[in-house]
């Protein structure tokens, strides 16, 4: 590998642990966070108390000091947090990555914790649990007031306008989502850690209610409660520790605008033309400094609030054309085992959990160890994606 | 009106449009330096970075940009309007804006329809701009 990037042969994944996913756990975001970074660090063989760095989404509401506090950690030298909800689920890990690369510290954690099911038991808080736009009340002082006022709270709603626009550019067809949605929720369907055990029909679908058209409800990620840690060390130490490392090739990130302000997403995004917005300004540096190319990549986890971010994120990531997405969802290309690029072995956001696609993450390293529940063969390179529509980045994983 | 609308409360940079809609005008700022008009308001201009602008008047004249069907309200003050429209347009101006189509079923929009502002008082206290088909002479002016 000719990877240039700091973080290559610096970083490696040492160890993923998880909460159940469930629709409500009961339980504080803490509680879960603390149970996932114990999960990881048991994956690995390492002790709890030696992580001396804590990288998250800079919304997260479990704070550095809780866990310090909570876990017994003797000190930490690294603290990170990376913005926009969806658009880090990879850069969390990435951030582990450039700070164990640098030498900044040698074994940080990087998790997420959500308690967001409608029913959780923290619901009453204005950031956890339920839907963040029910509690935005009826006096809005930010972004909401140039949405809200005319129907559009939910970031399905968003997504929809963003979706039909594609379509209406590209011949993208809401069926191809859909058939992304049967995909993955037939990945679910093995695995034992998803919340969607049931695989559906592309019938099923056309059957199934229209949430904010042309998205319908299988298309849309789950709400449910869940949290899980990946350890981030120095390559020298994970080859110390129990489980085989996973490896960086490279990480990137990219701004640009986001869905919850539609009018600069539109200005100039939403023509997914050669302008150098997120998601191809993050492609280009990352198989640039990896030194690898989408063709060299044999798994892709893409995060996906709902399954119109697919076929955006195969053209941005370069696996295809522009307005090539949606036909190549229908070639079966993204459908394990017979797909050139598995996506999402997991079950992805619809199927697995939401875990704000940093669960992602766990599944890509569990395709380099050979122990996805829908293992596409020979793995060697995984690519991890933030959301498409949100200041984002992308982590490149090897075994 | 339901008293849970959600309603904006702008601050003192987001204030004027809404003070326009209220009067029944659409305007936005636009940049002295460089001339761009830009949507939603911001104490920049996001093409010359120039702080010096002007809330200043524009055509009302549009096009579907995009558009979905909501389906279950997503909040209760929606329930009683499903399944209803939201657009994006872009107005003739260049910039984008979230609204809805009145005037029209919500089988027949169409991404590329010429649209054009009407002010639609939803109370005493805010009035918002939605848009409706053009009428033939101006989109035979465009």
Redesign the interface.
């Known amino acids: 590998m000719n990877s240039t990037d700091i973080v290559h042969e610096r970083a490696a994944i040492a160890g993923i642990g998880q909460t159940a996913y469930a629709k409500n756990l009961g339980r504080t975001e803490l509680d879960l966070a603390c149970e996932a970074i114990v999960a990881a660090c048991d994956d690995a063989g390492f002790p709890v108390a030696d992580i001396d760095g804590i990288s998250c989404y800079s919304m997260e509401q479990v704070t550095e000091v809780a866990l310090i506090t909570t876990l017994g950690i003797k000190n930490v030298s690294y603290m990170a947090g990376t913005p926009s909800g969806g658009g880090g689920a990879a850069s969390v890990v990435g951030l582990a990555a450039l700070a164990v690369a640098s030498g900044q510290a040698d074994s940080v954690i990087a998790f997420r914790s959500r308690n967001r099911s409608k029913a959780a038991s923290y619901g009453a808080d204005p950031l956890q649990g339920g839907r963040p736009w029910a509690k935005a009340g009826t006096r809005l002082s930010d972004w909401r007031q140039w949405h809200h006022p005319f129907g559009v709270a939910a970031p399905v709603q968003e997504m929809a306008l963003i979706a039909r626009r594609h379509m209406a550019l590209f011949g993208t067809k809401a069926e191809h989502f859909g058939m992304q949605a049967v995909a993955q929720r037939f990945h679910a369907s093995r695995n034992p850690n998803a919340i969607m055990r049931n695989a559906i029909t592309l019938d099923e679908w056309r059957e199934s209610r229209p949430i904010a058209e042309p998205i319908r409800l299988p298309d849309c990620s789950l709400e449910n409660d869940g949290a899980l840690a990946v350890l981030v060390t120095t390559p020298e130490r994970a080859r110390d520790l129990r489980q085989p490392p996973v490896y960086f090739l490279a990480q990137a990130q990219g701004g640009g605008p986001i869905h919850v302000g539609l009018a600069d997403y539109f200005r100039t995004s939403a023509s997914w033309d050669e302008r150098d917005h997120a998601g191809r300004h993050i492609a280009k540096q990352l198989f640039a400094r990896a030194g690898v190319t989408p063709d060299d990549v044999d798994v892709a986890m893409f995060f996906d609030h709902f399954t119109m971010a697919i076929p955006l994120s195969l053209e941005q990531y370069g696996f295809c054309p522009l307005g090539e997405g949606g036909p190549m969802i229908e070639s079966g290309a993204t459908r394990w085992p017979d797909g050139s690029l598995p996506v999402n072995t997991h079950g992805g956001s619809n199927g697995e959990a939401f875990i704000h696609g940093v669960n992602d993450t766990p599944e890509a390293v569990r395709q380099l160890r050979g122990t996805s529940t829908c293992q596409a063969e020979g793995a060697e390179i995984a690519l991890v994606t933030g959301a498409i529509t949100d200041p984002s980045g992308a982590i490149l994983l090897r075994r | 009106m339901r008293?849970?609308?959600?309603?904006?409360?702008?601050?003192e940079g987001?204030a004027p449009f809404w003070e326009w809609c209220q009067r029944h005008e659409l305007r936005i700022q636009r940049c002295d330096d460089c001339g761009a008009f830009r949507?939603?308001p911001r104490p920049r201009c996001p093409e010359c970075q120039s702080a010096r602008y002007q809330w200043t008047p524009v055509s009302g004249s549009a096009t579907v940009?995009?558009?979905?069907?909501?389906?279950?309200p997503?909040?209760p003050?929606?329930a009683d309007?499903v399944p209803?429209n939201?657009?994006?347009v872009?107005l003739a101006e260049g910039?984008?804006?979230?609204?809805?189509l009145v005037d029209v079923d919500n089988d027949a929009i169409e991404?590329?329809m010429p649209v054009e502002v009407t002010f639609v008082e939803?109370d005493e206290e805010?009035t918002?701009p939605?848009f409706r088909p053009a009428t033939v002479s101006q989109s035979a002016a465009r």
């Open positions: 008293d849970d609308y959600p309603k904006p409360a702008p601050s987001d949507f939603h940009a995009s558009f979905t069907i909501c389906h279950p997503v909040l003050a929606y309007r209803y939201a657009v994006v872009q910039p984008f804006m979230v609204s809805n991404v590329g939803i805010l918002i939605q």
